[in-house]
């Protein structure tokens, strides 16, 4: 699903954030992403759906090579990738529904399409209730379930998710993952980068640890490995 | 693009012109202004460009053939000059009426002469191009039976000089206005897109287009450009119908007239209106281009 072969990334201000990064990721797994702050799991992430492009080295997803891909295309990547943020990325004036809809209106999916989709996402993430909600009356778990409504409603194959639990309570965290992991039961692939080690050792997946701009561990069911 | 994403394209243009109203009326000030400095230019412009054009057309050569040449010679004459390049028209005036001309201007006195006539017969030249005026005179006079050439020497020349130059500065003082107009225009909208940082970053996430990001703002620039262009139509018009109508009667007599309202207006209104838009398309054009990078 994801391939990255040497991949090496320096910024212009001249840090080195990937050193010759080497994955391979299949359709279905779930990983987590841990390190350090300032180790580059934030760039791992980022050329994923191209918001950061390497400067040498190959990132592969699902067939389409970043690499040579262009600028027009990255619209299409970014349709076939669903991405989840800590600060979850709403637009303040838009409700619920609006907010979830908003990816399909862009890529001109009709409205009874549109309609059965939310709804159907909406309902997945528990907020069919709240549908004509506004971002400011909703709790931070509550806003971070609409983000991740939006970032599959249109059933990409793989969802990253940077942070998605870094501004919420424990006990609401736990309620995010429960719905990561029903996404990751359908098929989707999930790339989730976080601090959390609770989740991390209770929800056992492969866990790659980068620091430094490499990867110094794969482990699969690994546990988060540092100490907090 | 489907016709439901153009609706959506359209109701978006026009909310956004809601949501940030400030902004929007800074915008429309912004384009007002420009636009009523370039109305208020172009009436003068326009009315400048039409006294040249007249004293252009009143710029005629007098060609006056020998008083010794007979009737024939002077028909010779007549044709050659006729036959001339860049010759557009030749009138021909007897001795006689030549004659006329002058007891009408000078007084009785000089129809003493009538008896026996000294002027010569006269040939009123017009140029095809006002501008060959001097050439053409030059060439006539190397002709056989030509008395004297007068086309008013080095002042035609000069004329042409001043009209010329006032009219090149006219033209790039209205280009300049129009580059601010647009300069204004694209930081004011700058400033919108500013504040939508985080939408369009977020349509960008969720794999919109850059002309499905674009096109509200483009519409939005029109929406601002036209607002903009209605009061300085307004203005302009009105303005120069109650000059005209003040003005217009006294220049009667002179050499000087205004331009008639009515075809000069509506052209003037449509130029404005088409500048308008334009600045508006180009000002979003230039601000949303930098946020587009992905």
Do not use: C
Not at chain 1, 112 to 125: C, P, Q
Not at chain 2, 152 to 174: D, P, Y
């Amino acid at each position: 699903m994801i391939v990255m072969k040497n991949v090496y990334k320096k910024y212009p201000n001249g840090v080195v954030a990937a050193n010759g990064i080497h994955v391979e990721i299949d359709p279905g797994e779930f990983v987590y992403v841990v390190g350090p702050s300032g180790a580059g799991k934030s760039t791992f992430i980022k050329m994923m759906y191209r918001e950061e492009v390497p400067t040498s080295g190959e990132i592969v997803i699902d067939g389409v090579n970043l690499a040579t891909l262009k600028n027009k295309q990255v619209p299409h990547l970014r349709r076939e990738i669903g991405v989840v943020f800590q600060d979850f990325k709403l637009l303040p004036k838009l409700n619920v529904y609006e907010n979830v809809a908003f990816a399909l209106e862009v890529i001109e999916e009709s409205p009874a399409e549109i309609r059965r989709k939310v709804n159907e996402v909406l309902a997945l993430v528990g907020l069919t209730q709240k549908s004509r909600m506004f971002p400011n009356e909703l709790s931070g778990g509550e806003q971070q379930r609409v983000s991740i409504a939006r970032s599959i409603v249109n059933t990409p194959k793989v969802v990253i998710a940077d942070e998605p639990t870094g501004n919420l309570d424990p006990e609401i965290s736990w309620e995010i993952m429960r719905i990561f992991e029903q996404i990751n039961a359908r098929g989707t692939t999930i790339v989730m980068a976080t601090h959390n080690r609770e989740i991390v050792n209770m929800i056992r997946h492969r866990v790659i640890a980068i620091e430094g701009g490499l990867i110094t561990r794969d482990e699969f069911g690994g546990d988060y490995g540092y100490e907090s | 693009m489907k016709a439901r994403t153009i609706g959506r394209h359209f109701r978006e243009s026009l909310k956004s012109l809601r949501r940030n109203n400030w902004m929007t009326f800074a915008s429309v000030s912004a384009v007002t202004v420009t636009l009523l400095l370039v109305g208020v230019f172009m009436v003068i412009m326009m009315n400048l460009n039409e006294l040249a054009v007249n004293i252009e057309n009143d710029v005629e050569i007098k060609v006056i053939a020998d008083p010794a040449a007979d009737e024939a010679m002077v028909k010779e004459l007549t044709d050659k000059v006729r036959a001339t390049e860049g010759v557009l028209e030749v009138v021909y005036s007897s001795r006689d009426d030549e004659l006329n001309k002058m007891i009408q201007s000078f007084g009785d006195e000089l129809k003493l002469y009538q008896q026996s006539n000294p002027l010569g017969d006269a040939l009123y030249v017009k140029a095809k191009n006002p501008q060959e005026t001097v050439a053409i005179a030059k060439k006539i006079d190397t002709y056989e039976y030509t008395y004297e050439v007068e086309y008013g020497k080095g002042k035609v020349e000069k004329l042409f000089k001043v009209l010329n130059v006032s009219r090149n500065i006219g033209i790039a003082l209205i280009i300049a206005l129009l580059f601010t107009a647009m300069f204004l225009i694209s930081n004011t909208i700058r400033i919108t897109i500013t504040a939508r940082k985080r939408e369009i970053e977020i349509m960008k996430l969720v794999g919109a287009t850059n002309n499905f990001i674009r096109i509200p703002f483009v519409l939005e620039g029109i929406w601002l450009g036209v607002l903009g262009a209605i009061l300085p139509m307004l203005i302009v018009s009105i303005a120069y119908y109650k000059l005209h109508a003040h003005w217009a009667p006294k220049l009667k007599a002179e050499l000087f007239h205004l331009l008639d309202t009515m075809p000069f207006l509506l052209q003037l209104n449509g130029l404005l209106f088409v500048m308008g838009i334009v600045i508006g398309i180009w000002g979003s054009f230039m601000s949303v281009r930098k946020f587009l990078k992905v």
